[in-house]
């Protein structure tokens, strides 16, 4: 049964002498109990088109909206405000990328869901706070009654996107939306909230439209996907049909440059060419055409409509291709494993980081919470060090000591034989710009108050290097941005957008090491493959280390020479990243590789095997 149906719905930002068209025309519809993936680079318009069903974009003339957007066949366009607070959360429910900000704050897991129950429903605030509960249990949050008196602050990442579930799901929505939900979780709670998300759509026929730059996911998740791109869809069909025999070159580079379990360790990456199209300035013709490896002459001239290329897909190209997709990179162009030659550039012996737990009106310690229990590792120039494990395993508290962001409360810390808890005033110089850090949530790392030139260049004068603006257009344009984006602030980019501003500020101070804490979780497969394969070209040119926290197992297969398993705040294996992924020794390891989106063995039983990453 259609559950819902969007036709030729254009949304435009802007002044109308100089109109920015973030969806032109785009087509869409999900059925009852089926999965729609919508996937694209950052600016395709994913995000925008979802924020349409819901009325959440700005009101005329700030942003106007044409087209049809019908849910369970009643018309949504065109409701006044009114109309759309009795749609939003009864009928049609989002769950954001970011669940710290999408939970207040300031109120408990109970009253969020249970307001959000009253505000649609004539019941009682007891009754409220049940229906509470029996979301919470949906979204398999544990204890969910005891999780009621809760704050968002006090739960792990995983378990705050549950309960966003739990807060989206509480009114009982025939359709809803998850806007990347699974970006920066490890790939164990990823895999736990995708099939809690397929056991809903199972269990309570619901639509559910799942937007995602992780193909892995979208091959065994997705019915059917949609793929955009400068705000129109330009390939959709069954998730095997378009995963498994693309038509549109634009689609096969998204699969070309996504990372592999299966491939060949520390392989470059297939990365796009380019940058996608300012969507002031539209090309007349295809707005792939100037990226595009297999443009005509007419592409430049005439603008493809969405037309049948197979049973069920749908593709917008003069020049489709057919044939298997997409095709490998030769084993030559692998980064050729090294062995560690030098002292190490930092070395961690048997660090120990606990936190007093507190209780009691005098607030006595009574226990300690062990966040990293003696580890030791090394770090050597010219390689990459991938600490990998679950939530809370302790890879960030490691890492903190390294950045003087915590004290360890054992063993020692030492940056190029500088101890790291007690370094001179010339040696602390000298840490701050050859340590540099990219943290994982663009959100918070980067100053609202600034601009992006102003960010670029703090680090730069402070340490008294190049700070002009030719430097900084230099920095912007290794990660993909244009000289434009110097002007603005970071709350006029998409989260993909501020990362790769927040590994552009890391470059700059040109360091020795940097830590990159799930640096590309937040990136889009076309700019991950950018950034993975300028980290590479840096490391080899200047002898780079990184210590490379991800939960992606294919991103660290293909950027690591060493990984290190963390479990409970300790090593529980650690070796060459091809001995690891061939033949692992741990339990724990066998298992995060078995649970990685898209691992072949995933694919076979999943719903989908069109391609397995």
Known sequence: MR?????????????????????????????????????????????????????????????????????????????????????????????FQDPS?????????????????????????????????????????????????????????????????????????????????TTALDVAVQAEILETLDSLRRDLGMGLILITHDLGTVATHADRVAVMYAGRVVETGPTAQVLGDPRMPYTRALLAATPRLDAPARQRLAAIGGQPPDLHELPPGCAFAPRCPVVLDICHERRPALEPHAPDQLAACLNPVTGPAPVEIAASDADPATTPDGPPVAEFDDVALHYPVRRGALRRVVDHVRAVDGV????????TLALVGESGSGKTSLTRTLLRLERPTGGTVRYAGIDVTRPGRGELRRLQREVQVVFQNPYASLDPRM???????????????????????????????????????????????????????????????????????????????????????????????????????AVVRSVAHDIAVMRHGRIVEQGPAERIYDRPTHEYTRLLLEMAPGHPAQARTGRTAAWSR
């Open 451 to 553: 601009t992006v030139g102003q960010i670029l260049a703090e680090p730069l004068r402070v340490h008294g290097l190049d700070d002009s603006r030719a430097e900084l257009v230099r920095l912007l344009d290794q990660v993909g941005l244009d000289a434009a984006a110097l002007d603005r602030h970071p709350a006029a980019f998409s989260g993909g957008q501020r990362q790769r501003i927040a590994v552009a500020r890391a470059l700059g101070p040109r360091p020795r090491l940097i830590v990159c804490d799930e640096a590309v979780s937040a990136l889009d497969v076309s700019i991950q493959a950018q950034v993975l394969n300028l980290l590479a070209d840096l490391q080899r040119e200047h002898d780079l280390a990184y210590l490379f926290i991800t939960h992606d197992l």
């Open 376 to 383: 030791s590792l090394r770090l050597h120039p010219g390689r």
């Open 101 to 181: 900000a999408a939970l207040n704050p300031l109120l408990t897991l109970g009253t969020q869901i249970a307001d959000a129950v009253r505000a649609h429903e004539p019941v009682s605030r007891a009754a409220a706070r049940e229906r509470a509960v029996a979301a919470l249990e949906l979204a398999r949050l544990p204890d969910p009654r005891t999780r009621l008196a809760q704050y968002p602050h006090q739960l792990s990442g995983g378990m705050r996107q549950r309960a966003a579930i739990a807060l989206a799901l509480a009114t009982g929505p025939k359709l809803l939306i998850a806007d990347e939900p």
């Open 3 to 95: 559950l819902l149906d969007i036709e030729h719905l254009t949304v435009t930002f802007g002044a109308p002498q100089r109109p920015v068209h973030a969806v032109a025309g785009v087509d869409l519809h999900v059925d009852a109990g089926e999965t729609l993936a919508v996937v694209g680079e950052s600016g395709s318009g994913k995000t925008v088109t979802a924020l349409s069903v819901l009325g959440l974009t700005p009101r005329p003339p700030a942003c106007r909206t044409t087209g049809a957007i019908r849910l369970a066949g009643t018309e949504l366009t065109g409701l006044d405000a009114r109309g759309w607070r009795a749609v939003r959360g009864r009928d049609v429910a989002m769950v």
